[in-house]
Structure formats: structure tokens, C-alpha cells
């Protein structure tokens, strides 16, 4: 049974940087095709995606955001790391992490954390 | 502004048939046949219902179909419940960057 969940701070300062942690079981981050993904949506707006870490490390990242943006692994921990710099309040945004694998769903998520609210505010 | 295309809303009454269309461009929809649609209830985390534009995940309602036409995709939810309320998003592979691509979503309401 696959299951990811997120954790990270409610709320940031603006120009501050967020950390967002993925915490995941069911999978390996390790076999061949599989990937971890992280998707945001705005209140209010729709479903952007950001950034996505491969098995073999390969990262995506989404150019509008490239500069900001960081998405690392921790194979040991099951863990996935997205990174953002230079908070703004348009980041206001509930972020979340899934899962793909290129042999099964091909870019598409099908599993899915719960999210995580994220407010940036002074 | 994103970049797949969506009508804001649709309607439809129990038992009907409705389809949410998704217009991309030929170099996302129209080259690849990675589009996904997912259902997205309030405080719930979106779902996957389609996938490689036709294939459902285990556990979907046969109910859910997609389909696509050149540039563009298409949901059908035939025998709507009122379950079905929910906004859906399109999602296409582009093969550039950015990797991936949301639909703006549209709001299905069961009159």
C-alpha cells in the first residue's frame, strides 16, 4: 500500500525559504522508473505543477520556478525534499507530493499525499 | 493562465452524461497520449480516474471514460451521481519543459 504524506511549516515569512519533507512507504524511491513529484494549488486556483526527482536522480523542475526551486532524495529515509526560496505571498498555496512510475501510470500521479496548507505572510 | 484549456463549469442532472474537454497544443496533447484527469473534492487530495487518456486505475467506476481528438481531450462521466460533484483537472506530458501541465479546471456540478 503506497502512501506519501507532507509536512513542512504552516506559515513563512515573506523573502524566507521553505522546506517541504515528503515522507512516503509502499515504494522505493530506488527502482528503475519510479518517480516523486510535487504539485501545488492556490486557493481558489488550479493544480501547478513544480518540480519532479527520478530513481536515478534526473530532476524537473518547472522554468518559471527553476531559479527557486530544489528537489532532492533520501532513498534511505523515504523521503523527498522540495526546497523554495524568496517566498512571496503567491506562494500561498497547499502543496503536495505523488507518486508516478514510468512503467505503470507514465506521468500520471496516482497516489497522492494529503497536502499541506502553506500561507507566507509577514 | 494555464496551459491546457477547460471550461469553467459544466452541469448535469442524475443519470445524464456530461464531458469536460481539455484543448492543449501539438506539442502536449496533440504528440503524447499522457493525459490524465483527476477528481479533486474540497479538503481531499486529488484522485486519479484517468490515465494514458483512456485507462482507468483500479477502483474507478467504469462511468469514468476519456477519450482524444488532436489537440484536445476529453472526460465523459456517463450515469452522473451525485458523488460526482467535483472540480477535474486535465494533465498532459509535453515532453519540454515544464515536464507537465494542469488544465485551469472545471467545476461539475449534479443539478
Known amino acids: 500500500q503506497i502512501t506519501l504524506k507532507e509536512s513542512g511549516p504552516a506559515v513563512v515569512k515573506p523573502t524566507q525559504t521553505l522546506t517541504l519533507t515528503c515522507t512516503f512507504s509502499?515504494?522505493?524511491?530506488?527502482?528503475?522508473?519510479?518517480?516523486v513529484t510535487w504539485i501545488r494549488q492556490p486557493p481558489g486556483k488550479a493544480l501547478e505543477w513544480l518540480a519532479l526527482?527520478?530513481?536515478?536522480?534526473?530532476?524537473r523542475y518547472i522554468p518559471s520556478l527553476k531559479n527557486r526551486l530544489t528537489i532532492t532524495k533520501d532513498t534511505s529515509k523515504n523521503q523527498v525534499v522540495l526546497t523554495m526560496t524568496n517566498l512571496d505571498p503567491a506562494d500561498t498555496a497547499t502543496y503536495f507530493c505523488?507518486?508516478?512510475?514510468?512503467?505503470?501510470?507514465?506521468?500520471?500521479?496516482?497516489?497522492w499525499g494529503q497536502g499541506t496548507l502553506v500561507t507566507v505572510s509577514s | 493562465q494555464s496551459a491546457l484549456t477547460q471550461p469553467a463549469s459544466v452541469s448535469g442532472s442524475p443519470g445524464q452524461s456530461i464531458t469536460i474537454s481539455c484543448t492543449g497544443t501539438?506539442?502536449?496533447?496533440?504528440?503524447?497520449?499522457?493525459v490524465s484527469w483527476y477528481q479533486r473534492r474540497p479538503d481531499k487530495a486529488p484522485k486519479l480516474i484517468i490515465y494514458?487518456?483512456?485507462k482507468r486505475p483500479s477502483g474507478i467506476s467504469s462511468r469514468f471514460s476519456g477519450s482524444k481528438s488532436g489537440n484536445t481531450a476529453s472526460l465523459t462521466i456517463s450515469g452522473l451521481q451525485a458523488e460526482d460533484e467535483a472540480d477535474y483537472y486535465c494533465?498532459?506530458?509535453?515532453?519540454?519543459?515544464?515536464?507537465?501541465?494542469f488544465g485551469g479546471g472545471t467545476t461539475l456540478t449534479v443539478l
Open positions: 505523488a507518486h508516478t512510475s514510468l512503467f505503470t501510470t507514465k506521468w500520471a500521479f496516482d497516489f
Open positions: 509502499g515504494f522505493s524511491l530506488s527502482s528503475n522508473g519510479v518517480a
Open positions: 526527482i527520478f530513481w536515478d536522480d534526473d530532476k
Open positions: 501539438s506539442g502536449d496533447i496533440g504528440s503524447y497520449n499522457y
Open positions: 494514458d487518456v483512456a
Open positions: 494533465c498532459s506530458y509535453t515532453g519540454i519543459r515544464p515536464d507537465v501541465v
